[in-house]
C-alpha cells in the first residue's frame, strides 16, 4: 500500500473537530477508496485540553498555524481557521510556497485573495481545494470548475447561507421572531463567530463572487457585488409574499447581461411553486443556467459541522488520491493568470418585477399618486393590494407587484412617492427573481 497522507489541521472549532472525527471514523472506508490511510498528524487550535471527540493524541501540537504549515511533516494543510487575513491567510500563502497541497473552508479568504493563492498554488504544482468554501456539502465547485466544462453559464444563483434560510424559514413557518430564530442558528453552528456576516449577506457574497469567477471565468470581484441583508425582512414582509404567492429567500445571483456582469445578494421574492422556494431550514440549493446543459440546481446541507467536514474530506481524499508527478487542474477552472477581468454591470439597469410594500397616510389621492409615480416611471403593474396596516395609527398597507422593469425606474418612483409625503415609513422593496 503506498504511504499515508500525513494532514496538517488548523483550526479545530465546529468543522474542525468534525473533519478529524469523520477522518478517524470513515478511516476504513477512506483507506481502500484512496489506495492509503490519511492520518492528522499535526493540529493547530487555541484549547489543547478541549475534548473534540477524536483522538488526536498521536498528532504534533502546533500554537502558531504558519509554523505548522512550514514546519510540520505534513502532505495537505488543512486551514478551517476563517478571516480573511492574519493566521489563516498567512498560514496557508506559507503552505502554498512550501510545496503543500491546501485544502480550505475559507470563502473570506477565497474571495479576497483566492486569485493570488491560486497563482502560487499553480506555480508550485499543487492543490488548492474549497469545495467546503460555498454551499457547505453540495459540491458545486467541482461541478462548476468540471463537470460543466464546454457550458457557457448564463446564470448562476442560489441560496448560499444557511443562516439566513434557517431565519427566514422559522419565521414564515412559525412566527418567530428574527432574533430567536438567529440565536437557534447561532448554538446549532451554522451562523459565522460574527453572524452579521451572515445576516447582512457579506458570507453569501464571498461565496457568489467565488462561483461568479467559476462561472465566467473572471477574475474574483468581491467588492463589486450589490448588496442587502435580510436584518430589515418583517413578518409584514413574509405575509405579503405568502399572500401573493412568494417567499422570500436571501439569494446571490450573478449574470450575464449585455452590459457586464450583474452580481447581487438580496433578499428576494421567488414563486412559491419554484423548487427552489421548497428549500427551506439550513438547507442551500445553486441552481446554473447553461447553453448545452440546461438547468441544473443541487441542493443539500449548507451549514454545520458534518455538512462541511463532508466537502473538506472529499477534497482530502482527491489528494489522497492523487499520483505523484500528476499535473493537477487549475484552481478556477481556468489557470489563474488567464482569468479574465470582471466587468461590472450597473445595478440600475437591472431588469425584472419587484414587490413595494408601502405604508402610507390614510387620506384621499393617496393611492391616486402612488399610482401616478409608477406611471410616470413607465412601470406597469401586475397587481396592487392595500389593507389597514398593523399599527393603531390612521395608515394603510399598499402592496405593490410591477411587471418587468429596472431598478433605476423603481428607485425613482419611489423615491418620488416619498417626497410627496405620503408614505408614513421607509417604503420596503424587494426584487422578484425568476425561478423554474
Ligand atoms: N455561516 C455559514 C452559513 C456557514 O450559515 O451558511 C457555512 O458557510
Same mark, same amino acid.
Given at each position: 500500500m503506498a504511504e499515508a497522507l500525513r494532514v496538517g489541521i488548523a483550526g479545530l472549532g465546529t468543522v474542525g473537530a468534525a473533519v478529524a472525527r469523520v477522518l478517524e471514523q470513515k478511516a476504513g472506508e477512506l483507506t481502500r477508496q484512496c489506495g492509503r490511510p490519511i492520518v492528522v498528524t499535526a493540529v493547530s487550535a487555541r484549547d489543547r485540553k478541549r475534548d473534540r471527540g477524536a483522538d488526536l493524541s498521536g498528532a504534533q501540537w502546533f500554537d502558531d498555524p504558519s509554523e505548522l504549515a512550514r514546519k510540520a511533516q505534513i502532505d495537505v494543510f488543512v486551514e478551517l481557521i476563517g478571516g480573511d487575513e492574519g493566521p489563516a491567510r498567512t498560514s496557508v500563502k506559507t503552505a502554498l510556497e512550501a510545496g503543500r497541497h491546501v485544502v480550505t473552508a475559507n470563502k473570506a479568504l477565497l474571495a479576497k485573495h483566492g486569485v493570488a493563492l491560486a497563482e502560487i498554488a499553480e506555480r508550485r504544482g499543487v492543490l488548492l481545494n474549497y469545495e467546503a468554501a460555498v454551499a457547505g456539502g453540495i459540491p458545486v465547485i467541482k461541478t462548476l470548475r468540471? /463537470?460543466? /466544462?464546454?457550458n457557457s453559464v448564463s446564470r448562476v444563483f442560489g441560496i448560499l447561507n444557511g443562516t439566513c434560510n434557517y431565519i427566514l424559514t422559522r419565521m414564515e413557518a412559525e412566527g418567530l421572531s428574527f432574533d430567536d430564530c438567529l440565536a437557534d442558528a447561532q448554538r446549532l453552528g451554522y451562523a459565522e463567530a460574527d453572524p452579521t456576516f451572515d445576516i447582512e449577506g457579506n458570507d453569501t457574497a464571498h461565496k457568489l463572487s467565488i462561483l461568479t469567477s467559476l462561472a465566467f471565468g473572471t477574475k474574483i470581484a468581491a467588492d463589486d457585488i450589490y448588496l442587502e441583508g435580510i436584518s430589515n425582512i418583517t413578518q409584514a414582509d413574509i405575509r405579503a409574499a405568502r399572500d401573493l404567492g412568494y417567499r422570500i429567500k436571501l439569494l446571490g445571483v450573478a449574470q450575464k447581461t449585455d452590459s457586464g456582469i450583474e452580481q447581487r445578494v438580496h433578499p428576494t421574492m421567488v414563486p412559491t411553486a419554484s423548487v427552489i422556494a421548497q428549500v427551506n431550514g439550513v438547507t442551500n440549493a445553486v441552481a446554473i443556467e447553461t447553453d448545452i446543459l440546461g438547468e441544473l440546481l443541487l441542493s443539500g446541507p449548507g451549514a454545520g459541522g458534518n455538512a462541511t467536514a463532508s466537502a473538506v474530506v472529499g477534497d482530502v481524499a482527491d489528494i489522497a488520491k492523487s499520483r505523484p508527478g500528476f499535473q493537477h487542474g487549475p484552481v478556477f477552472g481556468w489557470p489563474a493568470k488567464e482569468l479574465k477581468p470582471y466587468k461590472k454591470a450597473k445595478m440600475r439597469s437591472h431588469a425584472g418585477g419587484y414587490f413595494i410594500r408601502l405604508t402610507v397616510h390614510d387620506r384621499i389621492g393617496v393611492f391616486a399618486a402612488v399610482a401616478k409615480r409608477m406611471a410616470d416611471n413607465d412601470i406597469s403593474l401586475e397587481s396592487i393590494v392595500q389593507h389597514a396596516s398593523d399599527s393603531a395609527e390612521a395608515e394603510k398597507t399598499v402592496i405593490l407587484i410591477t411587471h418587468e422593469t429596472t431598478e433605476a425606474a423603481v428607485r425613482k418612483a419611489v423615491d418620488g412617492i416619498t417626497r410627496d409625503g405620503h408614505t408614513t415609513s421607509k417604503p420596503q422593496v424587494i426584487r422578484i427573481e425568476r425561478a423554474a
Open positions: 468540471e /463537470a460543466l /466544462a464546454g
